[in-house]
């Protein structure tokens, strides 16, 4: 084993006793677990500071700061906190509701990442597999030494700065874009730095990991999200791309720049505007509600089953949450996760949504917003809701 290797070997079997022992509760004790709404007593949490903590936000809210967010808690599985407050859409007067359909942007990472996990357990690929291996434009003299690992802990040494490259040529000869030939690009443009050396964070790779997952489970990648995780999960609401029927619920993306303390809006992303690209991807596209994203965060807590589906083992887990690489101000990155050395793990999305699990506590929380820009006091409410805990 080389000295890559063993060093994430090492980072595994750390956060694996984290997982397991810095709940005070066994694996055993938390598998399958669904959420329910309960009081915060029952969770050993204290109502009075959660109700501080949703205070932030509504001032935040009423200030302007922020037009509008969905905030949730669950600790042991007891959801005891879930709030919509604002706007869904400012303009109009439509309240946030607590379905409210927000645009996840990055926080899709996590989910991918947990799909190529799935397919390392399935047997169809490993982590330490060359990304060539299942995509010939990355088999070159360029690209030929990024693998699969490197991509999912953004440290293949690409840099390359657009999400996708122009889809101009597909709409010339009329062929229809896909994943594959836009990912294509990356593996013949190749790493700038040496592949595993440092930490850039990359949306490009993370396409790139979107093709892997379609050439080695056969299915495209919306289908297989959908297969092995939204719908094992219970995650109705979640999906790639925006459902006609669901539109009504979609909040309004609201860009903010702060000038002198306050913030200036400008409106982004309306319901039914055309799509982003014209490819399901895997850097983001994630349309989803805070309780389907609850509950794939709770399959973490649950080392990787909830109700009677297992979705990752608890090896799975600790592999993306282990801190693999340096991501800066950021602290460290595992497998679709900025991961700590003590076992806590987060992500956020450009659109506003944030998300973070504990499993000191045995909790995670959300905060989803569609308010970019904003003053956000997420890290403020995050240190209370830590706090409340007993």
């Given amino acids: 084993m080389g000295h890559r290797g063993g060093v994430r070997t090492a980072l595994v079997l750390l956060a694996l006793v984290c997982a397991g022992l810095c709940t005070g509760l066994s694996l055993s004790a938390r598998e399958g677990r669904r959420l329910a709404y309960g009081p915060a007593s029952s969770a050993g949490m204290d109502q009075a500071a959660l109700d501080r903590g949703v205070e932030l936000f509504r001032q935040a809210v009423a200030r302007d700061e922020l037009r509008g967010a969905v ?49 390392q357990q399935d047997g169809k690929l490993k982590v330490e597999d060359r990304a060539g291996r299942y995509l010939p434009s990355f088999d070159t003299y360029r690209s030929r030494e990024i693998t699969i690992a490197e991509l999912l802990s953004h440290t293949s040494g690409l840099r390359i700065g657009p999400i996708f490259y122009p889809f101009d040529e597909t709409e010339k000869t009329g062929e ?5 030939g836009a990912v294509a690009k990356f593996g013949e443009e190749g790493p700038v730095e040496t592949p595993g050396a440092t930490f850039s964070y990359s949306n490009a790779g993370f396409n790139t990991l979107g093709a892997i997952i379609e050439q ?107 801190p693999h690489a340096n991501a800066d101000k950021d602290g460290s990155y595992g497998y679709g996760w900025f991961a700590a050395a003590a076992g806590g793990y987060w992500h956020s999305g450009s659109d506003g949504t944030y998300a973070w699990v504990d499993p000191a506590h045995d909790l995670f929380g959300l905060v989803f917003t569609q308010s970019p820009g904003g003053i956000n006091p997420r890290e403020e409410f995050r240190r209370i809701v830590t706090e409340a805990c007993r």
Avoid: C
């Avoid at 309240?95 to 990442?113: G, I, Q, W, Y």
């Avoid at 229809?176 to 594959?180: A, E, M, S």
């Fill in 176 to 180: 229809k874009p896909t994943l594959q």
């Fill in 216 to 322: 080695a489970s056969g299915m495209s990648l919306e289908a297989f999200l959908k297969a092995r995780i939204y719908d094992p999960l219970g995650m109705t609401d979640s999906l790639d791309h925006e459902d006609p029927a669901k539109l009504a619920r979609m909040a309004t993306v609201y860009r903010g720049k702060q000038v002198d303390g306050r913030v200036e809006w400008t409106q982004g992303f309306v319901p039914d505007d055309p799509p982003d690209f014209p490819v399901i991807r895997a850097s983001g596209g994630l349309i989803s509600t805070a309780m389907d994203y609850g509950r794939f965060l709770q399959m973490f807590l649950n080392g990787g089953t909830y109700g009677d589906a297992r979705i990752l083992t608890p090896e799975s887990i600790a592999a993306m949450t282990a």
């Fill in 71 to 119: 905030l949730m808690v669950a600790r042991h599985g007891t959801i005891v906190l879930h709030e919509a407050l604002g706007w869904r859409h400012h303009g109009y007067r439509l309240p946030m509701e607590k379905d409210t359909l927000f645009r996840m942007a990055s926080n899709t990472k996590p989910v991918v990442a947990t799909a190529v996990m799935i397919l």
